[in-house]
């Protein structure tokens, strides 16, 4: 079993549709990272989380330490957040990141 | 000011050969991170380097790849005698701080094996 599990795998939306990823990890972590990978590839940080809820425009991402979960919201998602979401956790005292398989993501119109 | 830079972004050896990927990390940085992202795979840690020290080399594989992050200059990771397995995309990232801090990450250098 992975340390990192997301779901869904794939995801299809349509423009406008609120969109939920999941994220549960199995290990104790200082920091939980979301990370987008566009489709060229490029890396961008989306969110690091050590407890509660951060937004920024339309993402928001949450964190229950508790039960070793996270999500990831995108509402009024739009074709441009076609990418793959990827969650990170940072094991213990560690600084290095342990990742999720990914989340592809595709917006239709 | 200007993000993690990585050279080259596209790289091509054949078997046997040595590949050297560098990465420059955000100004003010001097906390590097290499991961490898293999084909249709996730991304893996390789190892951490802080200003001329290992700190944490526990993704590397045992033989034939070593990095370095001197005072002066860029990380560097070095693969010796490449195999076609080790064809993947590989990514650097910088954080200002130790634990716990937003990684920065570089576009990424993809290695191709003939």
């Known amino acids: 079993k992975n340390e990192v599990e997301q779901s869904p795998q794939n995801l299809t939306a349509q423009e406008g549709e609120f969109i939920t990823i999941n994220c549960s990890y199995s290990?104790?972590?200082?920091?939980l990272h979301w990370l987008q990978q566009h489709p060229g590839g490029g890396i961008v940080s989306l969110f690091m989380?050590?407890?509660g809820k951060k937004k920024h425009g339309r993402l928001i991402a949450t964190i229950n330490i508790q039960e070793k979960h996270s999500s990831l919201h995108i509402t009024a998602s739009h074709p441009r957040d076609s990418a793959v979401y990827i969650c990170a956790v940072a094991p213990g005292t560690a600084s290095k990141l342990t990742f999720g398989t990914g989340t592809r993501l595709q917006v239709t119109l | 000011n200007a993000g993690v830079m990585q050279n080259p972004r596209h790289l091509v050896r054949r078997r046997g050969q040595e590949a050297r990927l560098r990465c420059s990390p955000m100004k003010g940085h001097s906390h590097v991170y290499w991961y490898r992202q293999l084909p249709e795979e996730g991304l893996k840690f390789m190892v951490y380097l802080q200003k001329e020290n290992i700190i944490d080399e526990s993704g590397m594989p045992k033989e034939r790849f070593s990095a370095e992050f001197p005072k002066e200059g860029p990380s560097i990771l070095r693969i010796q005698q490449v195999v076609r397995g080790d064809s993947a995309a590989y990514f650097c990232?910088?954080?200002?701080?130790?634990?716990?801090?937003?990684?920065?990450f570089g576009p990424g250098t993809r290695l191709t094996v003939l």
């Open positions: 990232a910088s954080s200002p701080n130790r634990v716990p801090d937003t990684q920065y």
């Open positions: 989380l050590s407890s």
């Open positions: 290990v104790g972590i200082s920091a």
